[in-house]
């Protein structure tokens, strides 16, 4: 596969939300994330239980970051795309992955018309749906870029957690929020939205999805071993949760 996969020309785009956090984070990121608790003994563990057989399909990792669920699908035999906002991030992918992928910059705040319909078998997106404000848009914009049948599994925060960290006034808005993160090494302001519970999976739902599992990870041994607190939080409250849908239509066995 090509190394690049150039993002689209025309029009001034919208600046991604946390653009600038992860252009500034990136290099640290990609350098702990293998093995910082919250991403390697949390939400990957919980996101990879959830992924099919990707031996000779398509796929999309769709927030890419520094390109470890690239690499792990990869090594699966997967043909895979990988799209993120951050050119930083995107570099570090390209690093990890070399010539074995093909990677995007876009914002899934917008179209991507750069992929035509149909074109995948499966979507694989940790952590990134929260910088997306409105769900119903880019869950339309799966539907229409997966094949029928096809599937997507995603992580995001999980409502209840958030509504209690951020002191939401009002559950049921989709409402922006930021916090400051200092678990890489390097202090950013991380803007995001907070989305109810019910909202993202009307979100799957309305646009022709069917959900086959909800996951509410619980943290490995390695949490345990590296960060006893909040293993022991996060054993008794969620942090993250997790989603499988299929797309509904010609040729779906739903």
């Not at 050119?87 to 992929?115: G, I, S, Y």
Request: overall charge negative; aromatic content about 12%.
């Amino acid at each position: 596969m090509s190394k690049e996969h150039d993002s689209p020309q025309g029009g001034e785009k919208k600046r991604p939300l946390a653009y600038e956090a992860y252009q500034t984070l990136a290099e640290a990121y990609a350098a702990c994330v293998a093995t910082k608790p919250h991403n390697a003994y949390y939400d990957r563990p919980a996101v990879l239980s959830l992924v099919p057989e990707v031996t000779e399909k398509v796929i999309l990792d769709a927030g890419c970051g520094p390109g470890v669920y690239t690499e792990w699908l990869i090594t699966r035999g997967a043909k895979v795309i990988g799209l993120d906002a951050s050119e930083n991030m995107l570099a570090f992918a390209k690093a990890r992955n070399h010539d074995r992928a093909t990677f995007v910059q876009a914002n899934l705040e917008e179209p991507m018309p750069c992929f035509r319909d149909q074109h995948f078998d499966g979507i694989v997106s940790a952590l990134a749906i929260t910088y997306v404000m409105n769900l119903q848009a880019l869950f339309g914009e799966f539907n229409r870029i997966l094949k029928n049948a096809g599937w997507i599994v995603f992580s995001t925060e999980h409502p209840f957690s958030a509504y209690q960290y951020f002191g939401i006034e009002n559950y049921f808005a989709t409402t922006p929020v930021s916090c400051e993160w200092r678990g890489f090494g390097t202090k950013v302001n991380m803007p995001s939205y907070f989305h109810s519970l019910g909202s993202i999976a009307a979100a799957i739902t309305d646009n022709g999805f069917a959900i086959e599992k909800i996951l509410e990870p619980q943290p490995t041994e390695e949490f345990k071993n590296a960060d006893r607190q909040e293993y022991e939080k996060l054993m008794k409250f969620p942090g993250f949760i997790c989603f499988k849908a299929r797309k509904m239509g010609a040729g779906s066995l739903i």
